[in-house]
DNA sequence: TATTGACTTAGAGTTAACGTTAAGGTTTAT
DNA sequence: ATAAACCTTAACGTTAACTCTAAGTCAATA
């Protein structure tokens, strides 16, 4: 029981090379090693590697893992700070959601301007617009500038 | 009715410096100057700044930014590939945004478990455990290694 | 036993998206 | 007229999160 940088990179769907920096970055404490001094991980080590990746992947940085791990070292009186922080973490998440979500809306207002002037463009293009493109320049009465 | 960098940038929330790199960056082209060379944006500019926020604001690195600029100025041909940008962009942020909540679940998780390991802590060192811990040791029978 | 391949370290390099500083000049607003 | 804001170029600095290199060590197989 216990894994490889290898197979534990295989695992977390990481490269050995950010377990190693992780490591040194303090966010995978007391790992232990082989006789050798190659990295031996437990199943301990994976689960909480697996929340590091949760905290990460919702897009808390590094510094403020560690601090998260570095609380955790110091034992059961942190229980409250960890659980305040985890929180603040999940609050600010759900606003970034929300402010991304806001600017979707804007961005798929802006794909149905662009979709109803394709539908006339192509449409225009279809019926006699092509033709005149061959003749010469198009004469401006037609075709509006438009800005998009 | 035109604006300075400074107005420009304050409406947009940025920095004039990011204005001029944006510019330089081919994000926004064609912005007019003064008679002195002076930067004179137009709500146009405006307009067009808001959308490039918008998906700057969304993960789109400016690269790709300045392709959609790009095919923007090759004109109406380009309304479909836009348009095509667009969506794709779109479900990306969508798909990232469902792996956020995903991920905020394992965290909400974490939080009630530690809620309740932390109710537990309290509640034993108030009845007691307070006071052993000035006394010396505590006994390991009596607090069981947790991993978290 | 030899060799291959995975592991180790320290430290340098990379990328994105800025930010900073400076020099030296021009424009605009009051 | 004078101060504040603007211009350009150019290079250097910053931060985060890797990513790679070099030079060496360890482990498993033929």
Redesign the interface.
């Given at each position: 029981m216990g894994y490889t940088v290898k197979t534990m990179a295989e695992k977390a769907n990481l490269s050995p090379h950010v377990l190693r920096y992780y490591e040194k970055e303090g966010l995978l404490p007391h790992v232990k090693r082989t006789k050798g001094g190659n990295r031996h991980y437990s199943d301990?080590d994976l689960?909480?590697l697996?929340?590091v990746c949760?905290?990460k992947?919702?897009?808390m940085s590094i510094k403020q893992i560690r601090e998260f791990v570095n609380l955790?070292l110091q034992g059961?009186e942190t229980?409250?700070a960890?659980?305040d922080m985890?929180?603040a973490?999940?609050e600010e998440?759900?606003k970034?959601?929300e402010?991304?979500?806001r600017?979707?809306e804007?961005?798929?207002h802006?794909?149905e301007h662009?979709?109803k002037?394709?539908e006339e463009?192509?449409s225009g293009e279809a019926h006699g617009q092509e033709a005149m493109r061959t003749w010469g320049q198009t004469p401006s009465v037609h075709k509006k500038k438009?800005?998009?």
């Open positions: 301990g689960e909480w697996g929340l949760c905290l992947n919702t897009g955790r059961p229980l409250k960890r659980c985890l929180l973490h999940k998440v759900e970034h959601i402010e991304m979500n600017h979707l804007k961005v798929t802006k794909i662009f979709t002037q394709y463009y192509s438009s800005i998009e």
